[in-house]
């Protein structure tokens, strides 16, 4: 799969969650909980999956064949009980 994302949104997203949008090689797709998110007019998914031994969401969407990354953090406690509960 290919990668694609914003240098600037990066920067901003490093310094805010400590993360770089280029670990996202590393999330684990297959295991991931993927919704739609509708906090968007552009049709944007949010993922819950593991990045190494920590759950982690991605927020992106798929342009083509690229998967353009929005934002990429550790997740909170909603997030771990909905995917426990998955």
Do not use: C, P
């Not at 914003?6 to 919704?35: G, M």
């Not at 997740?75 to 909905?82: I, V």
């Amino acid at each position: 799969m290919k990668y694609d994302w914003d240098v600037s949104k990066n920067r901003i997203n490093l310094e805010k969650h400590q993360i770089d949008f280029s670990e996202v090689v590393n999330f684990e797709w297959d295991e991931a909980i993927v919704r739609r998110s509708d906090r968007s007019q552009e049709q944007r998914w949010r993922a819950i999956g593991y990045l190494g031994k920590r759950l982690h969401v991605v927020v992106f969407t798929d342009r083509g064949d690229v998967r353009r990354i929005i934002s990429l953090r550790k997740a909170g406690n909603k997030e771990r009980r909905e995917y426990a509960q998955a």
